[in-house]
């Protein structure tokens, strides 16, 4: 089993993820109570939250953790893994279906949810789900309890290969039951964000760019440098980096390669052309990678003036990339630099 390429493309990858992709299995409701087992006698408090995971020592054992709020688990009997990944930022609950599953499709694009709903363990609320996930030609089921509360957000994972979930569900209910939660759920979201176009102010109002909320939802990263975005019909994205100082704009195709390349060193640019958008120069690069598995296209357009260096990214799978340009094109072409 390739452990390390599944915890690193499926379930480490940030909650910020926005979009909205297909549509998950409807929530059930009425569950029973869960509880801790008697045989979890060993305790591990997540690194971000008010959040402790009671374990049988007998049954599994701690491996790595991580700076950024993740800590892996391996079954002693080696037929499974587990991981926490505990992040700072506050999320509602019932938003984390469609996180967890465009998290997912980052891995595999027929990523599903086959299992959805609301468990009550230990006194509190939780989401369980289950989902397919296929990486490095590999069929994997995961099955997590999810939940957003006032001090932070929890993913508590199992996983292991779909021939052998079945024989392994007893074990990983009763390490999931192990959670405790010591916050508040977190609140759902007071309003609908705006519909129309929203202005985003780049290095100080010194450039901008413009979305349609109609299509296009922010999300979240510690990054003050980073805005990203993800298309509310789902699988395409956004990133927009931007930094004060400058550098020559001829250099930056090749930096943006490089870029590419430090996660696929197959990566190459497709084609590159200089264009005039809304009175400024910019390269458009068209460049395609592999990560995680997935064949990317990119559509970027980067820049570097009097406003700093900016560099806007759109991206989704090769196959998808003939049904999502126009947009792409739309959000790309929204780029402006102020008058100076």
Known sequence: MRRESILTCVVAIPLALWAQNSSPAPAQTAPEAYSKTASATKQIKAPFGDFVVWFDPAKWQVGKTSE???????????????????????????????????NAK???????????????????????????????GVPFRFYGYYYGGTSGTIQLVTFTTQTVFAKNVPDFTNF??????????????????PEGPTV??????????????????????????????????????????????????????????????????N???????????NGVDVWFVKLEATA?????TYYDYLYAGKAGTIQLITFTGQNLISEYEADFLEFLNSFRVAAQ
């Open 176 to 193: 999931l039951d192990g959670l405790m939660i010591s916050d508040q759920p977190a609140p759902a979201s007071a309003s609908a964000a």
């Open 292 to 296: 995680s598995g997935v064949p990317f």
């Open 68 to 102: 950024t709020g993740e800590v892996e688990f391996e079954k002693t009997d080696g037929e499974g893994y587990a991981k926490i990944i505990s992040e700072k930022v506050s999320i509602p609950t019932d938003t984390l279906a469609k996180v967890a599953l465009i």
């Open 200 to 265: 985003v102010p780049l290095n100080d109002g010194k450039a901008s760019i413009q979305y349609d909320t109609k299509k296009w939802r922010p999300e979240a990263d510690e990054d003050v440098t980073r805005k990203r975005f993800a298309m509310r019909r789902g699988d395409g994205y956004a990133i927009v980096i931007s930094e004060r100082i400058g550098i020559d704009l001829d250099a930056l195709p090749n930096v943006a390669l490089k870029n590419a390349q430090s996660v696929d060193p």
């Open 106 to 136: 980052h891995a595999d694009p027929e990523a599903k949810i086959v299992a959805q709903e609301k468990r009550t363990v230990n006194g509190r609320e939780v989401l369980m789900m289950q989902m397919d996930v296929t990486a490095s």
């Open 267 to 277: 990566a190459h640019i497709v084609s590159k052309e200089k264009r005039t958008v």
